[in-house]
């Protein structure tokens, strides 16, 4: 049972950060943090993204658990569970590197989902890259997809209402 801990740990740290990513995506990159993330919503036809600094972001949360974990780092004075933080952090980042950059955006690998979850996770990022700009705009996570119709009518009524300029109106 000296593994239960750390495992619960881990799986409880990777899906904290799902609602970290959820609202950091929402909040600073579609906020403040625009910058970096604006070239992620244009066309572009370069490897990498400014976008791709909020990866180091990430990675630098990982490291930080990973050094508040380590005796070697802090000696007496570390704090046990941050290794596996940490190591939930990163599984989260690998996960996220997989399912966002690789299959919904295919940078790393070239395959469509034809049904399933995989599917529409695809769809659900597809309509958060409908809107033109920062404001509005839907499906703000990155590993839970909620319903594509559900995410559709959001926009629909994001439109109406002046929030959302949308980049294709056959979408609604």
């Not at 993204?49 to 007496?76: H, K, Q, T, W």
């Not at 700009?133 to 594509?148: E, H, I, L, N």
Request: overall charge neutral; hydrophobic content about 50%.
């Amino acid at each position: 049972m000296d593994w239960f801990l750390p495992l619960l740990i881990v799986l409880a740290a990777m899906l904290a950060m799902e609602g970290v990513a959820w609202s950091a995506h929402k909040y600073v990159m579609h906020g403040f943090g625009w910058g970096w993330h604006r070239d992620h919503h244009e066309p572009h036809d370069h490897v990498l993204e400014r976008n791709d600094l909020y990866a180091l972001v990430g990675a630098a949360m990982s490291i930080a658990m990973f050094a508040a974990g380590s005796p070697l780092v802090l000696g007496a004075d570390s704090w046990w569970p941050g290794t596996w933080i940490g190591l939930g952090i990163m599984g989260y980042g690998v996960i996220y590197t997989l399912i966002h950059d690789g299959l919904v955006h295919q940078r790393y690998f070239h395959w469509v989902p034809r049904r399933g979850y995989a599917k529409r996770l695809v769809q659900a990022h597809r309509l958060h890259h409908a809107t033109i700009g920062k404001q509005g705009g839907v499906s703000f996570g990155f590993v839970f997809a909620r319903d594509p119709v559900v995410l559709k009518a959001e926009l629909a009524e994001q439109r109406r209402a002046g929030i959302a300029v949308l980049r294709e109106a056959e979408l609604i």
